[in-house]
Every structure is written in structure tokens, then in C-alpha cells.
């Protein structure tokens, strides 16, 4: 072997080993954190990916959506098998279309022998059982191959634990071990049920908004909250896809852009109602429509600094926002780049 090659081997050797060893997790410790998964929306975008997110407290891992995002949890190296509770905000397809996935990687990294539980709105059992469906034959290859010892067979599963949608006066969807999950409505008519989350863990806290318009609700739960996590839509630069699309006569899609807008939040509604809220960090994500140019990163931001004294910035997958436990000192950084 020449050089070259063992220099290599020893570098995975290492790589491979931290891995293992879930090196990656211990910069969480102390902290509640989020970590985005898929920062993007339905529309295919190399830099973000469908709606997923985790939030760590202590050693607990919890999913938000399960879109095209769960690809990229492997990619850097947090461990699936960890993850036991998902909550989806919504049953658009950019945040259920990797369910499939999540259940047969997170089996197949933990060999736990329970199913994952996915909490939503009422209509979430019929996804559930449909996902636990479709991977049916997949399941049954995998405990063929490898033995019902190392793939336990209930552990590929996920079982769907439905909640009525509750008024603005929000319901505890979950406590467990000091981390307490409140879910509250939210605004992205037509589509109903749709929901965000609040997640509260040793006096800190991280909000959701889910999909959502401009939202009185997701203001009143992010009050006094460390980080609000925002979906956000550029008004100007969908407009410009409207724009071309209607020189060129694509009638489908200038129907299409025209339609989104009045759904979602612009990133300078996001960050009023992060000022009124009083939260010292907006992390954008959800980001519609892509951003393939740099310049467009900051037009996508423009005027939010006029009405949010707080910190910002716009989510891609891999970006984390760490709150430290015990000063609340907040940390972002990337796991991907
Ligand atoms: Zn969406
Ligand atoms: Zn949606």
C-alpha cells in the first residue's frame, strides 16, 4: 500500500470510529439545541432540502417533519436509531415524504424492537398506516437477511399518536424527562390541520412555527422564548419567477407562485413577530424560493434588520442553534460544510 493510501485509510479509520462513537453529539451536551435537516420546501433545491429538523435536550433526539431532510442526518453523523418521537406540523408532502425512510434507518442504526412515534393533527394514523404499508415487503426482507434478532420486526414500524387540534390556548402533546412539547394552530389555510411546536427543556426554549402565514399564535407561544425558528417566503423574489414565468407564457406555474404567497411569512413579518415576542434569535428556515446566488441571500433578509434588534439567519441543512443550559449563551454553526 503506498503512502498515500495509508494516510487515507488512517483518516477514515478515524472518521469511521467517531461515527460510531456519536462524536458528533457531544457538542450538544449541556445545551438545548436545534439542528436543521431539510431548511427547504417543495421546490428541489441542492443547499435545502424538504422540511426535518431535531431538537436535542439532554440525551433525548426529537424529529420535527419528516421530509427529504432525514437524508441528510447520516450525512452528518448523528445517529437515527436516536430519534423516538417525530411531530408533524402538516401532511404536505415536503414534510412527510421520508417517514419511509426515517422508520427502516433508524431500525436499521438502533435495532430497537419498538415502533417510532409520529405525533400530529388527527389524519396522521392514516399516514402512519400507510408508510408502515408500503415498507411492508422491505421490512420483511431486511428480518429475512440479517435475523429478527439484530432487525427486531416491531422496530421498523411507527405508530401514529393523534391529537385534536387544540385552541390558541396550545396542549402538551408531551413530557418526558424535563422536556415538555406544547403544540398550538397555526395559520396556513387551506390546509387544516396545520400546527407549530414549543419545546421547553431546563428554563430554556425553542418555537416552531410550522407553515404558516403571518401568525398571532406563533407570536403569543415564542413570548420570552431563547430561539423562534421561522418558515419564510421571499415576496420579491417569487415574484420574479411569477414575472418570467408569465413572459414565457407558463401559465401553470404563474398560477402556482401567484397561489403560494398568501400562505406563508415573509422574512420581515417573521422577524416582527420575533421583535414583538421578544426572542433574541430568528433562525429562517422553510426557505422558499431557492437562493442559488449569494446576492440573493441578502435580498432574501432585506428590512429585517429595520424591525428586529435580535441576531438572524437563514437556515441551510446542517445549520444548528445551540442554547447553553446554564447561561443561555447562544451558538450557531454548520454540520455540513
Ligand atoms: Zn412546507
Ligand atoms: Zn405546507
Redesign the pocket.
Known amino acids: 500500500m503506498c503512502f498515500q493510501d495509508q494516510f487515507v485509510n488512517k483518516i477514515m479509520t478515524k472518521r469511521i470510529s467517531d461515527r460510531l462513537n456519536n462524536v458528533v453529539m457531544e457538542q450538544f451536551n449541556d445545551t438545548l439545541s436545534v439542528v436543521i435537516c431539510g431548511a427547504g420546501?417543495?421546490l428541489p433545491d441542492p443547499q435545502r432540502s424538504g422540511?426535518c429538523a431535531l431538537v436535542i435536550a439532554g440525551d433525548q433526539v426529537m424529529m420535527i417533519d419528516a421530509g427529504s431532510g432525514v437524508s441528510q442526518i447520516s450525512a452528518m453523523g448523528i445517529p437515527l436509531g436516536l430519534v423516538d418521537h417525530v411531530f408533524l406540523t402538516h401532511f404536505?408532502s415536503?414534510?412527510i415524504n421520508s417517514m419511509g425512510e426515517l422508520m427502516t434507518q433508524r431500525w436499521a442504526n438502533s435495532g430497537k424492537g419498538f415502533p417510532i412515534a409520529i405525533h400530529g393533527p388527527v389524519g396522521t394514523e392514516d399516514i402512519v398506516t400507510g408508510f408502515n404499508m408500503a415498507y411492508g415487503p422491505d421490512r420483511s426482507y431486511r428480518e429475512a437477511h440479517h435475523t429478527a434478532t439484530v432487525m427486531p420486526p416491531s422496530g421498523g414500524l411507527a405508530k401514529a399518536y393523534p391529537f385534536t387540534l387544540p385552541s390558541t390556548e396550545g396542549l402538551v402533546v408531551l413530557e418526558k424527562d424535563g422536556l415538555k412539547v406544547t403544540v398550538f394552530p397555526v395559520d396556513h389555510s387551506p390546509v387544516d390541520p396545520a400546527v407549530g411546536y414549543k419545546f421547553e427543556y431546563q428554563g430554556r426554549s425553542l418555537v416552531f412555527s410550522g407553515?404558516t402565514a403571518k401568525s398571532p399564535v406563533v407570536q403569543k407561544f415564542a413570548k420570552g422564548s431563547d430561539v423562534l425558528i421561522h418558515e419564510a417566503l421571499s415576496r420579491p423574489i417569487v415574484e420574479l419567477i411569477t414575472s418570467v414565468a408569465t413572459g414565457l407564457n407558463r401559465v401553470r406555474v404563474t398560477k402556482i407562485t401567484e397561489d403560494i404567497l398568501d400562505y406563508h411569512t415573509s422574512p420581515v413579518e417573521a422577524a416582527e413577530v420575533a421583535q414583538a415576542a421578544k426572542v433574541p434569535f430568528l433562525l429562517f428556515s422553510?426557505i422558499v424560493p431557492q437562493l442559488p446566488i449569494d446576492n440573493l441571500q441578502r435580498r432574501f433578509v432585506e428590512g429585517v434588520e429595520e424591525v428586529y434588534s435580535g441576531e438572524f439567519s437563514i437556515a441551510q441543512d446542517g445549520s444548528f442553534v445551540s442554547i447553553g443550559l446554564d447561561n443561555g449563551r447562544i451558538h450557531q454553526g454548520e454540520l455540513l460544510n
Open positions: 420546501s417543495p422540511s404536505h415536503d414534510h407553515d422553510h
